[in-house]
Nanobody, 122 residues
Framework: VQLQASGGGSVQAGEPLRLSCAAS?????MAWFRQAPGKEREFVAA????????YYAVSMRGRFTVSRDDAKNTAYLQMNSLNAEDTAVYYC???????????????????WGQGTHVTVSS
């Protein structure tokens, strides 16, 4: 399975942005990670295979929403109230279809997208 992330760009603080992750086939759980300049990659949000369960990093709760449309094999990350600390390269990740539950661990994901840049100006 190949993943294609899109939707990144440059926005002002407080503005929203929606990222998309298109998969070439069916997947199990999906997730978003990000890596800011000079920092380690960190977990952002995850969604179960069914879409019924979501999980967020503490700093994203209430601001970010992860969802998926299995008819389109696509996951989304709606980001609101962005601030400069959200500037990073955002990566989508997915597991084979047999893996259903959410995970915040990068080693639980076999498929990775190429990353999309998000820049937030204050």
């Amino acid at each position: 399975v190949q993943l294609q992330a899109s939707g990144g760009g440059s926005v002002q603080a407080g503005e929203p942005l929606r990222l998309s992750c298109a998969a070439s086939g069916r997947t199990g759980r999906m997730a978003w990670f990000r890596q800011a300049p000079g920092k380690e990659r960190e977990f952002v949000a995850a969604i179960s295979r069914s879409g019924g369960t979501t999980y967020y990093a503490v700093s994203m709760r209430g601001r970010f929403t992860v969802s998926r449309d299995d008819a389109k094999n696509t996951a989304y990350l709606q980001m609101n109230s962005l601030n400069a600390e959200d500037t990073a390269v955002y990566y989508c990740a997915a597991s084979p279809v047999v893996f259903t539950s959410t995970s915040s661990q990068s080693f639980d994901y076999s498929y990775w997208g190429q990353g999309t840049h998000v820049t937030v100006s204050s």
